[in-house]
């Protein structure tokens, strides 16, 4: 089931919660609604690949437990902000600046995602405890010239 609280005033935050599953469609169609048309495959595929972790990684799948999504969007800034129930975990990341800096193949799963995650967002931040992630993008929207 998705919880969904809408703002009240257009500049709000608006939050969703869901049970831990990697059946996402419905909530990363969602949290996608207002995002220009050409950002939305690369934002998508950032989101749920946070979204994974946190119901994977965080909640171990358990049904139980909830991830939580606040987000809003103030001008041409969107934010999202994904919190888990979690044990938390400490990010120990650098992404490859060189063929070299590749790990190896048995460890070459581990670390892609939050490679991807700082490739694709603008602000990549984890609390102190590692249960929730701020992700925010800066996006122009295209204006539409009339002829």
Excluded at 32 to 57: C, F, S, T, Y
Excluded at 76 to 93: A, M, R, S, V
């Amino acid at each position: 089931m998705i919880s969904i609280s809408l703002p009240v005033k257009k500049e709000s935050w608006a939050t969703m919660s869901f049970a831990s599953t990697l059946y996402l469609c419905p909530v990363l169609d969602i949290l996608l609604a207002k995002i220009p048309d050409q950002w939305r495959p690369e934002i998508r595929l950032g989101l749920q690949e946070a979204l994974v972790n946190a119901a994977k990684h965080g909640n171990n799948l358990d049904p139980s437990k909830q991830v939580s999504v606040q987000f809003s969007v103030t001008d041409n800034l969107y934010t999202w902000i994904i919190t888990d129930q979690g044990t938390g975990f400490k990010p120990n990341y650098s992404c490859p600046s060189t063929p070299e800096d590749l790990l190896p193949p048995e460890e070459s799963e581990r670390g892609r995602g939050l490679c991807l995650l700082h490739q694709i967002f603008d602000r990549v931040h984890w609390n102190q405890q590692g249960t929730q992630l701020r992700l925010s993008k800066r996006v122009k929207r295209e204006q539409t010239i009339w002829r």
